[in-house]
């Protein structure tokens, strides 16, 4: 794929994203502000300069007179890794059960990037899974009161 078409495909997801990041920012209001900066207040910021931003970065990328073919390296990673995000991500909407899907999650993604399985190997996986997942839960729902 040429530098130019990644930088495109890249840029427009990125602006899409900091679109519905607005949409969602907007929707963010506490009544007791009354005008004065509320909760959406940066999230509002860091969307419209993501956008300015990446409408930035596009003007340069049209302005660059030489285009080089990149490649990318284990593609098909990247594609199991965000199939895997999505799945984990409509999974949580439909189930509501976050933790276990956390746990399933990062183990699965450790046995993918790590093929070697012996014993000791998929042990070591498991508990540092259970650690990521401990720690998750510790410091959102225990520290911060965040409630998945």
Do not use: H
């Amino acid at each position: 794929m040429s530098y130019k078409k990644a930088s495109y495909l890249a840029l427009s997801l990125l602006v899409l994203l900091a679109m519905a990041y607005l949409w969602s920012a907007t929707e963010l209001r506490d009544p007791r502000s009354r005008g004065s900066i509320g909760p959406g207040y940066f999230p509002i910021i860091l969307g419209v300069l993501l956008i300015l931003l990446c409408v930035l970065s596009f003007v340069q990328t049209m302005r660059r007179d030489t285009d080089q073919t990149i490649s990318i390296p284990n593609l098909d990673y990247v594609v199991v890794t965000i199939a895997a995000t999505s799945m984990l991500m409509v999974l949580w909407s439909y189930l509501g059960i976050f933790y276990p899907l956390v746990f399933v999650f990062v183990a699965g993604l450790m046995i993918l990037f790590q093929p070697s399985a012996n014993l000791r190997r998929l042990v070591i996986i498991l508990v540092t899974s259970l650690a990521v997942t401990l720690a998750v839960f510790f410091l959102f729902d225990q520290v911060m009161s965040v409630r998945f």
